[in-house]
């Protein structure tokens, strides 16, 4: 996606490699910081974090800075000048939007005047979410998908936008392979493990064994990207089971390999912190999904949703949903409206 034509985004400062894109972001992996030295600082932790993780056999990314990478990613794909961390190009623009994402810490990270385009990023429980949107130069809070801007709405009023980031599908093009599984198992259960995993992890397990089929449990936190990416290359099928998800990048990259998804979606908001705000908000694991994706259930149906997914498994074409909803391209696309439309 070069051609930029069609977006409303006349208003955005134009250089010799595009529309000017400034973006921050301040968390775990990198931090926003000021000027030549904050910036080797920031290139050294990151450096240093990354080296410590991958040796230890731990994830080096945290999602939202997952997601960052995606948008960055996604603008210079789409033919964008995007520059990351540069206050002084933002300080010389002081009516020009930026993108800020990351932990809480980038609110105190990055002190400019410039309108801001905040997420993805954490803005807190909805007092300090309210507190975030009430700030003048708050003007749109991202929020990754419809479920999340409900939690946030009494909140943050009508800042809130559903965005979800793109994934990168021609990354996952693989060249045809043997499958030797039939499922991978995503376990991304976070909450109640000791009673959850024998009601819901186990029972699928059972299941699957009953029925003569081949697994393989990853659990979420406990593996590399290059094991998840082998483990799908074998794989026929991803078994998502996780709560809730705002995204889930996870299997969103499984359907961007072609991988239909099979997830435990029971709708309800498990997360305590949350569940005290909301306690009747319909969520969701898999926020982004339709009928070409694969197929969801309630644990009480898992039986006969195992049996509606393999009878269908070689007529599902998640692939196809990923480039129309969750491509880089659309990802740019979306993203660049909303920041041209902070241009006065």
């Known amino acids: 996606m070069n051609d930029l034509t069609a977006l409303p ?18 968390g775990y992996e990198r931090r926003a910081r000021d000027g030549f030295a904050g910036a080797l600082q920031s ?27 995606s948008l960055q990613a996604s603008l210079k794909a789409a033919g964008c000048d995007v520059r990351v961390n540069d206050f002084a190009a933002a300080r010389k623009r002081p009516t020009y939007p930026i993108g800020l994402a990351g932990y809480p810490s980038a609110l105190s990270a990055v002190p400019l005047p410039n309108p801001v385009v905040f997420g993805h990023g954490d803005i807190g429980l909805p007092e300090e979410a309210a507190k975030v949107a009430q700030r003048e130069t708050m003007r749109i809070l991202i929020q990754p998908c419809d479920w999340a801007c409900a939690f946030n709405r009494q ?17 996952w093009n693989w060249a045809p392979r043997e499958k030797t599984i039939d499922f991978v198992i995503y376990d991304k259960i976070r909450w109640h493990r000791e009673t959850q995993v024998p009601a819901v992890l186990d029972r699928i397990t059972s299941s699957l064994d009953r029925a003569g089929l081949t697994y393989r449990v990853l659990r979420y936190g406990g593996h590399i990207q290059k094991n998840y990416r082998a483990s799908l290359a074998e794989a026929r099928a991803l078994l998502f089971v996780c709560e809730h998800e705002t995204q889930g990048i996870a299997y969103q990259e499984a359907m961007a390999a072609g991988i239909p998804v099979l ?27 339709d ?54």
């Open 9 to 26: 985004i006349q208003k955005l400062e134009m250089t010799d490699r595009g529309p000017l894109v400034l973006l921050f972001y301040d």
């Open 263 to 289: 997830a435990w979606d029971e709708g309800e908001l498990v997360d305590p912190n949350l569940r005290r705000y909301a306690p009747n908000l319909r969520v969701s694991s898999v926020p982004y999904f």
């Open 155 to 171: 909140a943050c009023g009508d800042k809130l936008r559903a965005f979800p980031v793109g994934v990168d599908i021609s990354d």
């Open 43 to 69: 290139q050294a932790h990151r450096a240093a974090r990354y080296i410590y993780r991958s040796a230890r056999r731990k994830q080096v990314r945290t999602g939202f800075y997952t997601a960052f990478l």
């Open 291 to 344: 009928a070409r994706c694969g197929e969801t259930f309630a644990i009480a149906g898992f039986d006969e949703a195992l049996g509606t997914f393999m009878a269908r498994r070689e007529t599902y074409d998640p692939k196809s949903y990923m480039n129309e909803r969750l491509s880089l391209q659309r990802a740019a696309a979306d993203y660049l409206v909303m920041y041209a439309s902070l241009v006065g």
